[in-house]
């Protein structure tokens, strides 16, 4: 056991999230840290925070813990790296990398901490994962939360008006072709951490909408080594090519769903389009969208309120903000 991190920013940043949610900071409480079995044997990395009688459980530590555990007050959190990223045990056997095998991998989480329902928050493709989760177990699921999620279809196009600007837009030119210079001289390969720095240093703003607001997202993940690109790269080439790019996903399936889904999306998002909140939200028939404006990929850097808007769903509410979307 050992003291929670203070939060990124701290609750200074939180502040307007409902008020650092009732001024309880979660720091205040423990973090059990460990590692569970997945059905094949690896080892993913947990850190669990609080007690309270509702369970929630949000897959990719990496990217949560530090500012999520806010919600912890009233509530037992479940945090999680994915296998073969974050702190969890690095994969040797590509085949086994599948968003299939990370629903998997939910379950094993939900079977160590005895959750008979839970409810779950998805970041990113995890956004997706969750529902295909949802899909499998819905007794499980008591209430799902979306934040950037990619689409249900990994190549739906959307309308410009729905997708956030070009990525390469927000770097710094000559600091990317730097970077592709350092590649060329092959030193992401002989210092796979200094150059996971520097590259963090670079692509980090494409993260965010408003430039002024990098510094929220902390120090990135280079000191896990399954986030240094030289083994990330080979991550997303099993996983997203090979898993997720392939995913044939009825439609029907999904809308079968009743559990509520609040999706949180910006509309200046790079890595999902905006367009996929409000396809989510369309599609899932007790879905609400919200919108955030000029927020980028990782929302709740450029609006910190996310979180109290998350911890009120999680409640049993919906934010005022979460808007109903009709199916086009």
């Not at 409902?18 to 690896?42: K, M, N, R, Y």
Request: charged share 25%.
């Amino acid at each position: 056991m050992r003291a929670a991190r203070k939060g990124r920013g701290g609750c200074a940043m939180i502040l307007l999230a409902a008020a650092c949610i009732a001024a309880a900071p979660a720091a205040a409480q423990s973090v059990e840290e460990g590692f569970l079995q997945t059905h094949d044997g690896l080892k993913i990395f947990y850190q669990k925070v609080g007690s309270g009688p509702q369970v929630v459980i949000l897959p990719g530590a990496l990217f949560l813990f530090d500012d999520f555990q806010a919600l912890a007050r009233g509530r037992t959190l479940i945090f999680y790296d994915m296998r073969n990223r974050g702190r969890s045990q690095t994969v040797e056997d590509a085949a086994a990398i599948t968003i299939e095998n990370d629903v998997r991998d939910l379950e094993a989480v939900r079977r160590r901490f005895g959750a008979e329902k839970f409810s779950a928050v998805g970041y990113s493709y995890l956004g997706l994962m969750v529902v295909l989760y949802a899909i499998e177990h819905p007794e499980r699921i008591e209430r799902l939360v979306q934040v950037g999620a990619v689409p249900l279809k990994w190549d739906t196009e959307y309308p410009p008006e729905l997708r956030g600007p070009d990525w390469m837009s927000a770097m710094d030119p000559e600091k990317v072709a730097e970077l592709r210079k350092l590649r060329e001289e092959n030193f992401h390969v002989r210092e796979p951490k200094a150059y996971c720095e520097k590259e963090w240093a670079v692509t980090r703003f494409t993260l965010v909408g408003d430039p002024a607001h990098v510094e929220r997202l902390g120090r990135g993940q280079c000191e896990y080594e399954n986030e240094w690109p030289v083994n990330f790269e080979r991550h997303l080439q099993a996983h997203f090519a090979g898993s997720v790019q392939k995913l044939e996903v009825p439609r029907e399936r999904v809308r079968a769903l009743t559990a509520p889904v609040l999706t949180v999306h910006g509309t200046m998002d790079r890595n999902a389009a905006y367009g996929a909140g409000r396809e989510w939200a369309a599609l899932l028939p007790n879905a609400r969208l919200v919108t955030v404006k000029g927020a980028a990929h990782q929302v709740w850097a450029d609006e910190p309120a996310v979180l109290g808007w998350v911890d009120e769903f999680l409640a049993g509410r919906w934010p005022e903000k979460a808007e109903s979307i009709k199916p086009q």
